[in-house]
């Protein structure tokens, strides 16, 4: 029933790889997407975190092609739970596409956070997202200082799953691949000349040191954006996605659990209702 495919020398049990002619155009489309957000803005160009990982990679080389090199600023922010490898790649990238780039470390700043409540320093989920927020506060300091504005990283299974920090790396002006999903990421980075490693690296929130977005899902990518594209943005029913991607009914069960969940990180905070007494 299942047919397993080989995408970028990996098995995934459904190709959403793009044509060459759609890959294309979507290229051009976030390229045009990138200087629009910008110009409208009024604003001198773009910021970005830079991580190492794919996603800001793959949004750090269009928007060095859409803005120019000389428009686009990179600030890695290395904390004592992220690998040196990581920290080391996110300067290698920034060094290829020649953009200017600051290191910060934060580790002093949030441990200014866990001094303050250090009831909460060791839960692993509150003080990751500590680091994921002050990377925020620091990308959006540069951009009112620079007068640009913050680009986003967050792909269209992050979105659809909410794996990302509420109002920390989502806390952005625009997702410029906010609509492909991880597997078509790792296509385009491909095609616009991204090292292999980089593309094929494991996606990690590096959150804690080790995390993996696959362990701390419990589900992989390419098997997460079968049952996205198949049942939760498509048309098929659950039973359908199940026979057609031989998973079993827990994977996709665990995928829609992690969307339904997370709709609140869609939306703007919601206030009652206007009563116009
Ligand atoms: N139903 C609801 N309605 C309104 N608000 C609700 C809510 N449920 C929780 N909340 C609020 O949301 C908070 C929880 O959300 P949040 O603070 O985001 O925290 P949470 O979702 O617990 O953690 C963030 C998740 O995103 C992953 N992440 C983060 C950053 C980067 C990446 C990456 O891929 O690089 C991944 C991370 O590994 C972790 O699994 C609660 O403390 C509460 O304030
Ligand atoms: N240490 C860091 N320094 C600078 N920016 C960071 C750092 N860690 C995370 N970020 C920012 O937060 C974003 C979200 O992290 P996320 O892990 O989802 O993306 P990624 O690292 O680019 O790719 P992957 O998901 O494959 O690991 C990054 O793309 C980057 O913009
Ligand atoms: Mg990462």
Known sequence: MSEETTVLGRSAPLDLRLSDSELETTRDHVLQFVRDVVSDAG????????????????TAFLAAEALGEENLHGIVMPSEVNAEENMSDAERVAQMLGIEYDVIEIQPIAEE???????????????????????????YFVANYENKIVLGTGNRSEALLGYFTKYGDQAVDCNPIGNLYKQQVRQLAASLGVPDDLVSKTPSAEMWAGQTD????????DTIDAVLALHVDGPLSKAATVRHLGVDEATVDRVVELYERSEHKRHMPPAPESLRP
């Open 43 to 58: 604003a001198d160009g773009a910021v970005l975190g830079l991580s190492g990982g794919i996603d800001s990679t793959t």
């Open 214 to 221: 696959e362990e701390e899902m419990g589900v992989d990518y």
């Open 113 to 139: 956070f866990f001094d303050v409540f250090p009831e909460a320093a060791d839960d692993k989920q509150a003080a990751g997202n500590v680091y994921v927020r002050t990377r925020a506060v620091l990308g």
